[in-house]
């Protein structure tokens, strides 16, 4: 998408460039001979300098030449011996002598060196001297170039010369333009450029763009010559600031000094004299905003600001006043506010850019009197409206590029009618309505994804057989899509429809054709039944995506033929395919396979597969240490199927690029593999539900980038791991439901678990008082602020894992348990339930203020509810049942406005229960079992003399010994919430692969009287 909008630019200023160049040049042409014959010697000279280069007509120059509009072809091929060397090709001399005063090999396809002692030098009467666009192999440039006593024009640009520029080059003191630009090995020196500045009195023209200056001063250039016209320092490594007094110079007419990242500069306040006809000033830091005298540069053709970074500021109204203007970009130079009407008077503009600013508002209607307009770019903005809909609009229009805005409406009619465009990229924006039919066939690229169009495929899309992009994924379109619609789409490389309402129907396609040119294919959740027969002969494909479809059964074997050696991206997740025979692509890389009815043994990838994901199947046996050759594997997801066996040791060894291994619900059994070497990069490591045993492996001590570890319904064995609290990024920890005991042994490190969100260690048999030190360490669950973790999930949007994956782990959330298959990184919750644990609930706890939930339930907690609770103030759930709690539930819960999930019941709390807000929302369920309670919702009324006592009332630390049971399974919902799930934790099915997050009914319907004997057999939810 992106290499279009590059390739015009680069188009456009080259253009410009070299139309103002060969102007300027024209004052420098010299004439041929009528009646003299050249010198002897000088043809001698010649001769041998011809001699001593070679001639490659295929040099990596040519292209550039066309380019520039110059022939490119072998001058020196019309140099004879004995024939007149004023006669030949390139060599001009003078009427009356005869000497050669001009040579232009420009584009001749030269190849080889020029030494100190080449004939090129023999030519002492030289006024002109052209090699552009030539290859002298790095060479260095000799200082002979400086005895030219009489030259007035000297171009070397584009051909290769490497090194440093010769002093003796400021020697010419009669030059008038000297062009040394594009030779990126060379460098300028100080006192060499001081030469040039010093000498060089007439000239008029210096280009010593890619010519290497980053060690010189910039305020050396302040005495350049007043009779400078042309200045081009593109891409040269200056530094420091640069001499406000050149812009002021009286014939300056081009000043470009594009990409010196290093540069700054006071942007100037212009007169009305500048007679500037192009000025690029991109990649410079400016200390200003864009002023209002910019609209005095009334002769301005061409301006070029990109990646300048004002102060910031908008566009100013004066911008209308450059009626001149062909050519105005100005990405990425932290513009804001609304766009100028005045841009309208710019008659003209051929190239306007104005992309990745903060402009807002809307595009002006008057932008439509841009007849002349070509290249309209305003990508990456915060425009929103339509855009302006005139039946004459834009009519040369050959790209456009509005991406990443807030525009909306229907797309406007002239979009269809333009017999130049090629190029619309529209996507990410708002757009809806139909798309309409297409007059002209001339388009190459439609790129409108991302946005809410509706409607069927306009049918004249089967027309455009210059198309090579077409890109309409993420809409709302609908309707059956024929397979013979891209038949005379021969020049295709990308077809993306996936995750609208469409139906591809390949039955009854009149004859089977191929797209040879195909390489991107995106058919997800397009109702596909079967692999579409299009793809036959594509052998350059290296993306497909056919997920979410109605694929049944095997993959057909013409398919093993497709991309074979180029398919690095296959997708087929979410389908019925029920068995992989091969997997032949031999470049293959991202292989996802998940969610199919795919049986038996597991089949290993090729080894060069980054990314393998076959969870959700029905593979069965034990996984083959063969793919611990997989030595490039990143992320592993074999999760949910029947593998069983051993954990091959080998994969501990894989953990050096190993960044996710999943292995949970599975049958596996044995130990842990203690193999995780030094710099395991794993991130995520989750063996959720499967028959592990014995102690945990220091090993996993390697993984320092660790982030989630999920070890959970297993049969460990051991006591609590609290060498675990040294990860330093550890932001999971699951250990509920297995085989642990003994204290919960603090660590003394005041960094313990400092990044820990969720904290899961239920449902073993752990003793003791609760891990105060630890709670003190949850640093993460402290004033977790919105704009920290605003639409963010672990593993995703910028985390390490990239977007393609999402972690998940087995939780209980208000009281269900669940798989959370994508984390939101506001989620923070504690779980201790169903342990032993004794003593009071630690005030620390109410510091935790981030904190959404806590599960406290089925221990032998005793004294009363701290009151500091109440500072929890993002606490969503709260469960403290079958406990032996006493005293009184504290009012301060009262403010606690997000609470929808509280459960105290089974303890022997007394007094009234708080009213108002959410506890007007809590059932009987919540309280029950606490026959001291009164007051709403439970039955028993508060009369004064069964008010608690007033030592009761708001204390903290009472101990009692009163028997518990269990409940905590669907009670205490608030506010009508059916299961108690805050939609800031779910995402519904979109249709991206580890993005869904699926909902699944209980496989056990749990009833309440066996919730309270703490049956957990059920296999909850999903999300």
Known sequence: MMWCLLRAYQFLFLVLFFQFFQANLSSYSLSSPTTQLCSHDEAVALIQFKSSVSVNQFYSYSSDCDFAGIKSYPKTDSWKEGTDCC???????????????????????????????????????????????????????????????????????????????????????????????????????????????????????????????SSINPNVLRNLSSSLRSLSLNHCGLRGKFPENIFHLPNLKLLNLRDNGYLSLNFPQFNGSSHLKLLGLSYMSFSRELFESIGKLVSLEHLELSYALFSGGGLPNSIGNLISLKYLRLLNSNLSGPIPRSLGNLSQLSYLCLSENSFSGSIPSSLTNLKHLEFFYLFGNMLEGSIPDEVTAFPNLISLSLFENFLNGTLPSWLYTISSLKYIILSNNQFSGHMKEF????????????????????????????????????????????????????????????????????????????????????????????????????????????????????????????????????????????????????????????????????????????????????????????????????????????????????????????????????????IIPPTFTKGCQLKNLNLNGNQLEGPLTRSILNCRGLELLDLGDNKINDRFPHWLGSLPELQVLVLRSNQLQGSVQDNKSSNSFSKIQIFDISSNSFTGTLPVRYIKNFKAMINLTENESAMRYMGVNGGSSGEFYSYSIEITIKGVEMEVVKIFTKLTSIDLSNNKFQGDIPKIIGKLNSLKGLNLSHNNLSGCIPTSIGNLISLEWLDLSSNKLVGTIPERLIDLTSLSVFNVSENHLQGQIPQGKQFNTFGNDSYEGNKGLCGFPVSKGCGDSELAPSNWLEEDGLKSNIAFGWKVVLI???????????????????GKPKWLVTLVEDRHHKRRKMSKRGNRKGRGRRI
């Open 439 to 670: 007059q002209y066939n001339s388009l190459e690229e439609i790129m409108l994804h991302n946005n809410k169009l509706q409607g069927p495929i306009p049918s004249s899309i089967s027309q455009l057989v210059n198309l090579t992009f077409l890109h309409l994924s993420s809409n709302n379109l609908s309707g059956i899509v024929e397979s013979s619609m891209f038949s005379k789409l021969q020049n295709l490389h990308w077809l993306d429809l996936s995750l609208n309402r469409l139906s591809l129907n390949s039955n009854g396609t009149s004859a089977v054709y191929t797209l040879p040119n195909l390489e991107y294919l995106g058919l997800s959740f397009c109702n596909v039944s079967e692999f579409p027969q299009f793809l036959r002969g594509s052998k350059s494909l290296y993306h497909l995506d056919l997920s979410n479809n109605k694929i049944f059964g095997k993959i057909p074997k013409w398919m093993w033929d497709v991309g074979k050696n180029s398919l690095a991206y296959l997708n087929l997740s979410h389908n019925s395919l029920t068995d992989i025979e091969q997997l032949p692509w031999k470049e293959i890389q991202f292989l996802d396979l998940s969610s199919n009815l795919i049986h038996g043994d597991l089949r290993i990838p090729p080894f060069t597969t980054s990314v393998f994901f076959i969870s959700n199947n029905s593979l069965s046996g034990e996984v083959s240490s063969l793919i611990c050759n997989m030595t490039s594997l990143g992320y592993l997801d074999l999760s949910h199927n029947n593998l069983s066996g051993i954990i091959p040791n080998c994969l501990g060894n894989l953990s050096g690029n190993l960044w996710m291994l999943n292995l949970q619900m599975n049958k596996f059994h044995g």
């Open 87 to 213: 006669s030949w090709d390139g060599v001009t001399c003078e009427n009356i002598t005869g000497h050669v005063i001009g040579l232009d090999l420009s584009c001749s396809g030269l190849y080889g060196t020029i030494p100190s002692n080449s004939t090129l030098f023999h030519l002492p009467h030289l006024q002109k001297l052209n090699l552009a666009f030539n290859d002298f192999n790095s060479s260095k440039m000799s200082s002979k170039f400086g005895g030219f006593a009489s030259l007035l024009y000297l171009n070397l640009s584009r051909s290769n010369f490497a090194g440093q520029v010769p002093s003796q080059v400021s020697h010419l003191s009669k030059l008038v333009s000297l062009d040394l630009s594009q030779n990126y090995d060379q460098t300028l020196q100080q006192h060499a450029l001081e030469g040039l500045v010093h000498n060089l009195t007439e000239v008029r023209d210096l280009f010593l763009d890619g010519t290497g200056m």
């Open 972 to 990: 205490g919902y608030g506010c009508g919430v059916v299961f108690g799930m805050e939609i800031g934790y779910v995402a519904f099915q979109t």
